[in-house]
DNA sequence: TTGTTACATTGCAATATTACGATATATTAA
DNA sequence: TTAATATATCGTAATATTGCAATGTAACAA
């Protein structure tokens, strides 16, 4: 018990949970949010953009990488981190569908 | 240590964060596609549809139901739960900004 | 080589999440 | 009232997440 039943779900279903759940903290949005703004995505940017030590941000664009939301490529001797659109939009497809497939009998 | 600390971020970020986070398992994941192609959105069918135990399942409506994904209504022994297209939206157009906001030279 | 800058990793304490058995509650049926 | 059905809540063990100080590493500068 405490760990999450992931065998028993689709691959699809497991993949979606996984990138929404990267997507689930305050400071990760913040992340993302402020990627989207840069035009060079460096991590000391936003160490000095939120109010986080500098391991936590590190280990938030860590995770953000892990699920595949944001890519890094190093640059001398920062690192540019940007967003992953494909990810993005496989999430907004799915949320779009949501609305799409409404059965209007319900509720 | 050990909470997020959702103080030094704006509302628009929590909030955003907090649906995105009720969405990062698939087993909600799966709750919610289900209750799309239901007429009839109630615990039961999820209970039979899902190889999680039901105390289980009625925490993850309740999750869904806190973050305001999902609305329920009783309906005499049982309960009809439904997507919340407003909050849906929210997600989808966070989303979207990402991907038109995009700054071209970024990477 | 020595120092500096820009991150990443380790280790750990505090807290949150996940899953479920047991039990409670609320509605309808008999 | 009694029983059955549908769902919620409680309690708890196992595990995951969060945040950060300390430390490691890799690149460039002097």
Sequence with gaps: MGTTKSEVF???INELASLFKAMGHPARIAIIQFLRT???CICTDLVNELPLAQPTISQHLKELKTAGIIQGSVSGTSICYCLNLDKIS???SFLASLKYD??????
């Excluded at 409404?102 to 509720?107: A, F, G, I, L, Y």
């Design 102 to 107: 409404q059965n209007p009998t319900c509720c």
């Design 90 to 92: 496989q999430l907004d």
């Design 38 to 40: 840069q035009e060079k």
């Design 10 to 12: 689709s691959e699809e």
